[in-house]
């Protein structure tokens, strides 16, 4: 099983649609969740993180920790053209480093 | 805003030759970071860097690799004999301390290896 798993997409919605992302994780020792955008050949762009169960909310963006089913969301509302881009949720344990998922495309169509 | 500097955006090299990728981290940032994106794959951690060492390393940062903070400024990641399979995009990141779990990534050097 991959650490971290993640629908590639891609995700394609009208603009102003609601937008719900995911990821997936087996190891238990994740404790900090983060979700990166990247544009086409440019590196990944923090959005939001969180550490523990529940969510956090950031203008449009929303993350929702699930600790207990390993399972964690980025929802956007109001979706814009602007945030086409590969969404990457990364996790981390007591280290640095970060486990990476594979990244959902998301298309946002006017 | 501060960021991240990456240099060369672009590195084309011949197999077996060493190469030299080169970062700028945020200049109040203390841990730094290497990893890498092959073509269509997941984002890799290779390693970490604090107070001049080695903190953490991957499977993937094996002994032809190596890394360095040559000034106050740059950090560096060199790769001694290139291989076809180290095509790729590598990314640097920093942050200002260990329990950050901010991680700002620059804009990468994309290697090709012929």
């Known amino acids: 099983q991959k650490e971290v798993e993640q629908d590639p997409g891609p995700l394609s919605v009208p603009e102003g649609a609601i937008v719900s992302l995911n990821c997936t994780y087996s190891?238990?020792?994740?404790?900090?969740f983060m979700w990166y955008r990247q544009y086409s050949r440019k590196g990944p762009e923090l959005l939001m993180y969180?550490?523990?169960?529940g969510n956090k909310v950031d203008g449009r963006f929303t993350a929702q920790v699930d600790k207990s089913s390993k399972y964690i969301s980025l929802f956007i509302r109001d979706s814009q053209p602007s945030d086409s881009a590969t969404y990457l949720c990364?996790?981390?344990?007591?280290?640095?480093?970060?486990?990476f998922g594979g990244g959902t495309r998301l298309m946002v169509k006017p | 805003e501060p960021e991240v500097t990456q240099t060369p955006s672009h590195q084309v090299t011949q197999m077996g030759q060493e190469v030299i990728l080169r970062c700028v981290p945020i200049?109040?940032?203390?841990?730094f970071y290497w990893y890498r994106q092959i073509l269509g794959q997941k984002v890799e951690f290779l390693v970490s860097?604090?107070?001049?060492?080695?903190?953490?390393k991957s499977e993937i940062f094996d002994d032809q690799f190596s890394v360095e903070r040559p000034d106050g400024s740059n950090f560096t990641l060199k790769i001694r004999s290139t291989k076809l399979e180290d095509s790729a995009m590598y990314f640097c990141?920093?942050?200002?301390?260990?329990?950050?779990?901010?991680?700002?990534f620059g804009p990468g050097t994309r290697l090709t290896v012929t």
């Open positions: 990141a920093s942050t200002r301390g260990r329990s950050s779990y901010e991680q700002y």
């Open positions: 190891n238990s020792a994740f404790q900090y």
């Open positions: 969180t550490y523990s169960s």
């Open positions: 990364a996790m981390r344990g007591a280290g640095n480093m970060l486990t």
């Open positions: 200049s109040n940032h203390l841990y």
């Open positions: 860097f604090y107070n001049n060492e080695i903190s953490e």
